[in-house]
């Protein structure tokens, strides 16, 4: 019963790296705001949704769906580290369920609330001043805004996640070490970041390139782990802890 549940979650695993891949693909295509972005006023946020809604809505999805996808890949990192660290691998676990409920607010603000509050904004409906003072709290693309608030808040979860798991993750194989490594320096290029950033240190124009760019190492993680679920697939009894 372990021996087919353990092939289920590296199955999982394998798949939900290719998603993850996929969706970043589709991410360079897709837009996620108004060209500009931090520099684009709120009139040509509303004009720039209202002409180009179902590109948002469907970029935003995709984003979404990377989301859940990332989340299976890091619950399936967990799982591979549960016999060398039992309670590390159950508090990584815990912090990968609670970035997905935070990342999964923001998305669908973005796919519900965003296209609604940029028509109500341009056509003149009731409510269209408190829809103004809404757009402008949820503004994806300012580092400041309720809405990104919440995104960096799941960033700093995931790199949370990757400071717990690097350490028991640093195993035999040469894909689990080279994970382990890219978690490493994932973490500590984001906590360094967070450091700069609550101390005056890194200016407002400069968060989001570098963040992202720190997030970036991940895709590194995220391939060598798809390796790792493939050796644990073909190959069970070689990730086995000694006793």
């Avoid at 978690?183 to 970041?193: D, M, N, R, S, T």
Wanted: charged share 10%.
């Amino acid at each position: 019963m372990m021996a087919n549940l353990d092939e289920q979650i590296n199955r999982l695993g394998l798949w939900a790296v290719l998603v993850v891949l996929i969706t970043f693909v589709i991410t360079l295509f897709l837009p996620l705001d108004a060209p500009g972005g931090l520099s684009a006023t709120q009139v040509e946020r509303v004009d720039w949704l209202q002409g180009n809604q179902s590109t948002f809505i469907l970029g935003w999805v995709n984003q979404l769906l990377a989301m859940m996808a990332l989340t299976a890949v890091f619950l399936s990192t967990t799982w591979q580290i549960r016999r060398t660290n039992p309670l590390r691998a159950l508090i990584a676990s815990l912090v990968v369920c609670a970035s997905f409920v935070v990342f999964l607010v923001p998305k669908f603000i973005a796919i519900w609330s965003i296209p609604q509050l940029a028509q109500v904004i341009a056509t003149g409906a009731p409510g269209r001043d408190m829809a103004e003072m809404l757009l402008s709290i949820l503004n994806v693309s300012l580092p400041f805004s309720l809405y990104t608030a919440f995104d960096y808040l799941g960033f700093w979860l995931y790199a949370l996640f990757a400071l717990l798991i690097a350490g028991p993750l640093f195993g035999q194989l040469r894909s689990s070490k080279i994970a382990a490594a890219a978690a490493i320096l994932f973490g500590v290029a984001f906590h360094g970041l967070l450091a700069l950033l609550l101390t005056g240190n890194l200016a407002t124009t400069d968060v989001e390139p570098m963040f992202t760019l720190a997030f970036t190492i991940m895709i590194v993680f995220v391939v060598a782990m798809s390796f790792h679920f493939r050796s644990a697939l073909s190959n069970p009894a070689s990730l086995e802890t000694p006793s």
